[in-house]
């Protein structure tokens, strides 16, 4: 251990259950794509320095404190240029690092494979543990309201399947992964389509099996969505005494989402309304990544 490294100290992401990973085609093609942007040319750099026989042992660190996600991929971008390196973790993805610097995996193998992938593995470790750590601000935030937080559809594009498993890790959960897991009537579709009540019957006899939601503005929209048959209804972008209003109205026959406009500063206000769910979309558009890197031992 180098003299800027501390014992790791780690503990699990509040009310933390068992995570489900990502998926590992997701994760293969995160991987692939990564790679491919920084060796589309080769490492002529770490390839005119190092032989195809050197080895390193390097340390992975976490310079902040927060919820490390992503040691899995690290090991898939490791892997997918050379199966001679070993990823030896000393923390799990979910755990909660608070004494920093700290050693969260040591690394050895091919100096060559090593330096190569050095830029995706961080890339991705940084930005999925950074999503880990702000969505476990905010479930603590919403602690004891009886609220759930929920992301959005709001992600980097190609790497959806990976900041919803970073969601998972900091304790959030999952709304929808893509269009077709449910039916969520937004705006937009009610202009289309010519208000909630026509929307919603279309729909189910559309698609009679998936979950229904309708995105409300006013709270006469809320009682036509709730005497259209809805399964939940969305709050957007209301004052915090509508949302109650709308909780009265609704009065736990449906499932009520707040959504929009919600921020660290009111999102405990927000769960105090009584609304089953708070959607935030920073969670994945605005998270900042964790500050990690990767030092040579000894």
């Known amino acids: 251990m180098t003299a800027t490294e501390t014992a790791v100290t780690a503990t699990a992401a509040p009310a933390r259950r068992q995570i ?4 590992p085609e997701a994760v293969a093609r995160v991987v692939a794509a990564g790679l491919a942007e920084d060796l589309t040319l080769g490492d002529p750099t770490t390839d005119g320095l190092f032989g195809p026989e050197a080895t390193a042992t390097m340390s992975l660190l976490v310079k902040a404190p927060g919820i490390v996600c992503g040691l ?33 995996a040591r690394i050895t193998g091919p100096t060559r494979a090593i330096l190569s992938g050095e830029r995706t593995a961080l890339n991705l470790l940084g930005r999925l543990s950074g999503i880990a750590t702000l969505t476990g601000r905010c479930v603590a935030e919403l602690s004891g309201t009886g609220a759930t ?4 559809r709001k992600t980097t594009a190609g790497l959806r399947d990976l900041e919803k498993y970073a969601v998972r890790c900091g304790g959030g959960t999952n709304h929808r992964l893509n269009l077709g897991e449910a039916l969520l009537v937004k705006d937009n ?19 009679p099996r998936l979950r229904l939601e309708v995105e409300t503005e006013t709270l006469a929209d809320v009682r036509e969505a709730l005497e259209a048959g809805v399964n939940r209804i969305l709050l957007d972008n209301m004052s915090l005494d509508e949302m109650r209003a709308a909780v009265a109205i609704v009065g736990g026959h449906v499932e009520t989402e707040a959504s929009g406009g ?8 927000v769960g ?9 979309g920073a969670l994945t558009h605005s998270a900042g990544s964790l500050d990690v890197s990767l030092e040579v031992v000894g």
């Open 20 to 23: 489900r990973p990502p998926d």
């Open 72 to 104: 899995p991929i690290v090991a898939a971008v490791f892997a997918a240029l050379s199966s001679a390196v070993v990823v030896a973790p000393a923390v799990a993805d979910g755990e909660r690092v608070e004494a920093v610097p700290a050693e969260i």
């Open 149 to 152: 937080l929920l992301d959005t």
């Open 189 to 207: 579709h009610l202009r289309l389509a010519g208000g909630i009540a026509a929307a919603v019957s279309a729909l189910r006899r559309s698609a």
């Open 262 to 269: 919600i921020t660290l500063d009111n999102l405990r206000s």
């Open 272 to 280: 105090e309304t009584g609304v089953d769910f708070v959607s935030l």
